[in-house]
């Protein structure tokens, strides 16, 4: 197994009109690769894993929101070697009542399948926080010495994207990004008034190991505003001209010395203003002066 994986073959396993289903020939790359005998799989779909380790003669736990499985709520029953685990990239594909019936779901099994379904996350925020829950449970399962295997993609929305890699939780050892390269998306038949933007072709593998049996190290993504004006390794010419920027290009000097003022970047200097006329000066190919008003070049 490589760095990059490429299946232009889709290869023999589950169900290719199961939207999202992913390959066969991943996980039996996987298997051969840790030489697994035991693989769980929690967000099974169509039944991928289990098609591949019956093929391999290995023993499969495999489970799904549509067998009535909720891994949200549920306890993992398994002590494991192995887990693949392949979740919702938000809702880009919506399963609930778009790959199954969830009124059957409640029916048979008692679950409100589009309450737990991270396919039907309202935001990207509830989402992380309930994929992330997922992914501490499945991993708290393995025995020491046990492996994860995560595959996730990127969303691009409005300009801007979304990315599971950077947001999701990392517990225990990484062992390796794979990068997978993706054949006949369904975005690709898509022609856009606007292309102006970089299509996604490719999703990650996420290799994680279990090394320790109770504390082991979980790497949690944070997002937090941040003003320039508090953080120390920003310079004075950048935090002046996001001030210019922000005031529509133009602003007297002592409307800058108030906007520094009381921030961190101004308390441990003793000489504010002198600071803020030096830049000025210092960098003429950035600010000019004129009628009163300093301006950005």
Known sequence: MQSIVSYKERGIGGNNLYRGNC????????IDFYKVKNISDYMCGSGTTKDVADRKNIKANVYDLNQGFD???MDVPERNEFIFWHPPYHNMIRYADNMYAASEIEKKYGICANEVDLSQCRSWEDFIKKLNACMIKQFASLETGGHMAVLMGDLKKQGKLYSMLLEIA?????ENIVIKVQHNCMSNKNQYANENFIRIQHEYVLLLKK????IYPVQFAVNRIADIRNLESVTWKDVIADIIEK???????????QQVSGYKKAEKNNHVKEKVRQTLYAYRKIFFFENGLWYLS
């Open 23 to 30: 390959s066969p020939r991943l996980i039996e790359d996987l």
């Open 71 to 73: 891994l949200l709520n």
């Open 170 to 174: 990392k517990p225990g050892i990484i």
């Open 211 to 214: 090394a320790e049996d109770l």
């Open 247 to 257: 005031a529509g290009g133009k602003i007297e000097l002592h409307n800058i010395y």
